[in-house]
């Protein structure tokens, strides 16, 4: 009987043991007190989990405090289910993202915003040395990251590039099929996470709807490999902004390690999530009490006023522009945020217009550029194709926000670059030297955004002048491709409706003058400026010796020579990657060949700078590679030439060495000199300064064939 007793005592003893081995842990938050919170992260006082406010480069961190202990029971499991929400500032672009995060720390300093949404940084974008599992709600298009667009869910390991991907999206149980989400609607999110066996799913819907019957994401994951330590997890979240900026919020949040325990949601606890309204422009009073006897006096004053201040701020507009009036600004807004185009808010001067800073209400900065015209024709397809522009979106293009008209004057408002054109930076020594890393992020930022021109956007858009002195720097040195004023667009599978052939000397492929203007010649005009970045040279110098004149020549013969690295920017002072830098180069030569068929598209560019592809085997002796033939204008014909360096009218006096629109020659005028022949809006173009050393020629066959307006886009801010 004794010896019965003491083996039921053992049992009930080892039974007792296992449970406490096997104890779950579980938590809800409905009002978030004693969580782990750093920098930016704070709990309002109406019990919201605030992790980001709508400020520019912020992060912030909560996590549950205690450590959860994967590692006693046999099949490790658990499930979360929360409430986040995410409010844009009014008027300002939202992002970057919340993320539910399982890391063995806490500690996230060496973490960085914008794009690494408070988790990552540069260091493991493309390294597993941070371990990390982690599910983004991501509002911004990163396609270094290979993001599918700007509203996606993915799930992370180790890295920013997620193993999986969705767009925002739920399953409805009643119309049985996948209903699309807005994360950044500001309105609150259900987001389930659930890991069992080797198995995650993640799931989200909208507040009113139940857990859906199928999870957007599904992937394999074994956390045994991503964490050897399972004994010491901890679980929480993560928010960041950047230039685009959001208030992040968690509204509820419940977790268990049994899947089958998540407390329900009491909809009607929820806090409400706040929205910021814009703010609105008080009236001053102009009510006035005056004596009688001054009545006509003051009548008289008052429409005098009046009548000068509507002409100080009068404005042109016909009917056909209603369908623009989105995109159209006032006159008077634009004058006020320029403080009257004064001086102090002067940017510079280019070949068609000057260009001022502005500063906008709701506290946004821009750049208005006033180009002069001497008639209306050509103005309607002007506004309809700078609004068409309007609707590009990409984080390399320089954001175009509209425009407005006056009499014999076009303003276009785009967003203003602190850091002014890429070539300033490369060529006058007043400027801070790029380093080589900050050049190669500007190289694949103007890769990115050519590739979505070409294939991203509605329709095919052919930039048509791309260099250096059309690449803006933002306040981060990202490059943002601008200067849209010789742009065009054709249907997918169409072609470009131009033979004209425009662009700069030294960009410009040899078979605009035959073929005209194509995706090609955007990558011959991409290669010469991935050579001039990497070179810290203009594509042709005259002044130089006879060897060293043509960029591309030069650059080929170095190759041929096994001195490639001879080519190089001084100023980077050897500071660089050679493997990265000669990649570069040789890339460059090889969207330049003049053999057009022999260009790789812009698609294989952004593969090959990834390092996603090798470079296709081909050598300075390739047919095609390191040839320099220059496209020219006879402008006294209308007609491209190859073979003479000179362009001439014959309207013009021939004894004048002064500026002239119509006429330019190498011996008399600065290099860098902006030709126009096409006079749909009777532009004449200005000289820039003599610093500019490439010159712009636009031409067309005839002004019948090519009647868009020759204006250069606001964003080519000098």
């Not at 408002?413 to 500007?442: A, C, I, T």
């Given at each position: 009987?004794?010896?019965?007793?003491?083996?039921?005592?053992?049992?009930?003893?080892?039974?007792?043991?296992s449970?406490?081995?096997?104890?779950?842990t579980?938590?809800?938050?409905?009002?978030?007190t004693?969580?782990?919170?750093?920098k930016?992260?704070?709990?309002?006082p109406s019990?919201l989990?605030q992790?980001?406010?709508a400020?520019?480069?912020?992060?912030?961190h909560?996590?549950?405090?205690?450590?959860?202990?994967?590692s006693?029971?046999?099949?490790?499991?658990?499930?979360?289910?929360?409430?986040?929400?995410?409010?844009?500032?009014?008027?300002?672009?939202?992002?970057?993202?919340?993320?539910?995060?399982?890391?063995p720390?806490?500690?996230?300093?060496?973490?960085?915003?914008?794009?690494?949404?408070?988790v990552?940084?540069a260091?493991?974008?493309?390294?597993?040395?941070?371990?990390?599992?982690?599910v983004?709600?991501?509002?911004?298009?990163?396609?270094?990251f290979k993001?599918?667009?700007?509203?996606?869910?993915?799930?992370?390991?180790?890295?920013?590039?997620?193993?999986?991907?969705?767009s925002?999206?739920?399953?409805?149980?009643?119309?049985a099929?996948y209903?699309s989400?807005?994360?950044?609607?500001?309105?609150?999110?259900?987001?389930?996470?659930?890991?069992e066996?080797?198995?995650?799913?993640?799931?989200?819907?909208?507040?009113e709807?139940?857990k859906?019957?199928?999870?957007?994401?599904?992937?394999?994951i074994?956390?045994?490999?991503?964490?050897?330590?399972r004994?010491?997890?901890?679980?929480?979240f993560?928010?960041?902004?950047?230039?685009?900026?959001?208030?992040?919020?968690?509204l509820?949040?419940?977790f268990s390690?049994n899947?089958?325990?998540?407390q329900r949601?009491?909809?009607?606890?929820l806090?409400?999530?706040p929205?910021?309204?814009?703010?609105?422009k008080k009236?001053s009073?102009?009510?006035f009490?005056?004596?009688?006897?001054?009545?006509?006096?003051v009548?008289?004053?008052?429409?005098?006023?009046?009548?000068r201040?509507?002409k100080?701020?009068?404005?042109?507009?016909e009917?056909?522009?209603?369908?623009?009036?989105?995109h159209?600004?006032?006159?008077?807004s634009?004058?006020?945020?320029t403080k009257?185009f004064?001086?102090?808010?002067?940017?510079?001067?280019?070949?068609?217009?000057?260009?001022y800073?502005?500063d906008l209400p709701?506290g946004?900065?821009?750049?208005?550029?006033?180009?002069?015209?001497n008639?209306?024709?050509?103005?309607?397809?002007?506004?309809?194709?700078?609004?068409?522009?309007?609707?590009?979106?990409?984080?390399?293009l320089?954001?175009?926000?509209?425009?407005?008209?006056?009499?014999?004057?076009?303003l276009?408002?785009s967003?203003?670059?602190?850091?002014?054109?890429?070539?300033?930076?490369l060529?006058?020594?007043?400027?801070?030297?790029?380093?080589?890393?900050?050049r190669?992020?500007?190289?694949k930022?103007?890769?990115?955004?050519?590739?979505?021109?070409h294939t991203?956007?509605?329709?095919?858009?052919?930039?048509?002048?791309?260099k250096?002195?059309?690449?803006m720097?933002d306040?981060?040195?990202?490059?943002?491709?601008?200067?849209?004023?010789?742009?065009r667009?054709?249907d997918?599978?169409?072609?470009?409706?131009?033979?004209?052939?425009?662009g700069?000397v030294?960009?410009?492929?040899?078979?605009?003058?035959?073929?005209?203007?194509?995706?090609?010649?955007?990558?011959?005009?991409?290669g010469?400026?991935?050579?001039?970045?990497?070179?810290?040279?203009?594509?042709?110098?005259?002044?130089?010796?006879?060897?060293k004149?043509?960029m591309?020549?030069?650059?080929?013969?170095c190759?041929?020579?096994?001195?490639?690295?001879?080519?190089?920017?001084?100023?980077?002072?050897?500071?660089?990657?050679?493997?990265?830098?000669e990649?570069?180069?040789?890339?460059?030569?090889?969207?330049?060949?003049?053999?057009p068929?022999?260009?790789?598209?812009?698609?294989q560019?952004v593969?090959?700078l990834?390092?996603?592809?090798?470079?296709?085997?081909f050598s300075?002796?390739?047919?095609?590679?390191?040839?320099?033939a220059?496209v020219l204008?006879?402008?006294s014909?209308?007609?491209?030439s190859?073979a003479?360096?000179?362009w001439?009218?014959?309207?013009?006096?021939?004894?004048?060495?002064?500026?002239s629109?119509y006429a330019c020659?190498?011996t008399?005028q600065?290099w860098?000199?902006?030709i126009?022949?096409?006079?749909?809006?009777h532009?004449?173009?200005e000289?820039?300064?003599?610093k500019?050393?490439s010159p712009?020629?636009?031409t067309?066959?005839?002004?019948a064939e090519d009647?868009?307006?020759?204006?250069s886009?606001?964003?080519?801010?000098?």
């Amino acid at each position: 009987m004794a010896r019965w007793l003491l083996q039921i005592l053992i049992i009930s003893s080892l039974h007792l043991f296992s449970l406490s081995n096997q104890q779950e842990t579980r938590f809800v938050y409905e009002n978030f007190t004693n969580l782990y919170l750093d920098k930016s992260a704070k709990v309002l006082p109406s019990g919201l989990l605030q992790l980001t406010t709508a400020s520019e480069h912020q992060m912030g961190h909560a996590f549950y405090k205690k450590p959860i202990d994967f590692s006693s029971s046999g099949s490790l499991s658990f499930s979360t289910h929360f409430v986040c929400a995410m409010v844009p500032k009014p008027g300002v672009e939202g992002g970057h993202g919340i993320v539910f995060v399982v890391s063995p720390s806490m500690d996230f300093s060496h973490a960085e915003t914008t794009r690494y949404l408070g988790v990552f940084n540069a260091s493991t974008n493309e390294s597993s040395s941070s371990r990390v599992l982690a599910v983004e709600l991501d509002t911004i298009w990163n396609p270094d990251f290979k993001d599918i667009n700007n509203n996606h869910v993915g799930i992370d390991v180790n890295s920013p590039l997620s193993v999986a991907i969705a767009s925002a999206s739920y399953y409805s149980n009643i119309k049985a099929k996948y209903e699309s989400m807005d994360l950044l609607s500001g309105k609150p999110i259900q987001v389930w996470v659930d890991y069992e066996g080797t198995m995650l799913n993640v799931s989200i819907a909208p507040l009113e709807v139940q857990k859906p019957s199928r999870p957007l994401l599904s992937h394999p994951i074994n956390i045994s490999e991503i964490f050897p330590n399972r004994s010491r997890l901890f679980v929480g979240f993560s928010a960041a902004t950047g230039t685009a900026i959001s208030d992040q919020y968690i509204l509820w949040w419940s977790f268990s390690t049994n899947r089958g325990s998540l407390q329900r949601l009491d909809i009607a606890k929820l806090p409400q999530v706040p929205h910021p309204k814009a703010p609105h422009k008080k009236l001053s009073p102009l009510v006035f009490i005056l004596p009688v006897v001054l009545a006509v006096v003051v009548l008289g004053v008052l429409t005098g006023l009046y009548f000068r201040r509507r002409k100080k701020y009068s404005e042109v507009s016909e009917k056909w522009e209603k369908e623009f009036d989105a995109h159209r600004f006032s006159y008077k807004s634009l004058y006020k945020a320029t403080k009257g185009f004064s001086k102090d808010e002067f940017l510079g001067k280019g070949g068609f217009g000057e260009v001022y800073r502005g500063d906008l209400p709701q506290g946004r900065e821009v750049a208005v550029k006033r180009v002069s015209h001497n008639g209306d024709e050509g103005v309607k397809q002007f506004v309809a194709e700078v609004v068409s522009m309007s609707c590009l979106k990409h984080r390399n293009l320089v954001p175009f926000f509209g425009y407005c008209r006056r009499k014999r004057e076009l303003l276009l408002v785009s967003e203003y670059m602190p850091n002014g054109s890429l070539d300033e930076h490369l060529f006058d020594d007043q400027k801070p030297v790029l380093s080589w890393p900050q050049r190669l992020v500007v190289v694949k930022g103007i890769a990115s955004a050519l590739c979505y021109l070409h294939t991203g956007a509605d329709q095919v858009v052919l930039h048509r002048d791309v260099k250096a002195s059309n690449i803006m720097l933002d306040a981060e040195f990202n490059g943002r491709l601008g200067d849209f004023g010789m742009a065009r667009f054709h249907d997918h599978g169409g072609n470009a409706a131009t033979t004209a052939a425009v662009g700069t000397v030294g960009y410009m492929a040899p078979e605009l003058i035959t073929m005209g203007a194509s995706t090609g010649t955007d990558v011959y005009a991409f290669g010469v400026f991935m050579l001039e970045v990497t070179c810290g040279r203009r594509p042709v110098e005259p002044q130089l010796q006879v060897e060293k004149r043509h960029m591309i020549k030069w650059v080929c013969e170095c190759w041929k020579k096994d001195s490639l690295l001879d080519a190089t920017d001084p100023k980077l002072g050897g500071e660089y990657i050679p493997e990265e830098v000669e990649m570069v180069m040789k890339l460059g030569l090889l969207c330049s060949n003049i053999v057009p068929e022999s260009r790789p598209t812009m698609e294989q560019v952004v593969l090959y700078l990834n390092k996603n592809l090798p470079l296709p085997d081909f050598s300075p002796y390739t047919l095609g590679i390191g040839t320099f033939a220059p496209v020219l204008v006879d402008a006294s014909s209308l007609v491209v030439s190859s073979a003479s360096w000179n362009w001439s009218a014959p309207s013009m006096s021939s004894s004048s060495t002064n500026y002239s629109p119509y006429a330019c020659q190498p011996t008399d005028q600065p290099w860098g000199q902006t030709i126009d022949t096409k006079n749909s809006l009777h532009l004449v173009a200005e000289p820039e300064k003599p610093k500019v050393l490439s010159p712009a020629v636009k031409t067309a066959t005839s002004p019948a064939e090519d009647p868009e307006s020759n204006l250069s886009s606001l964003s080519s801010q000098r």
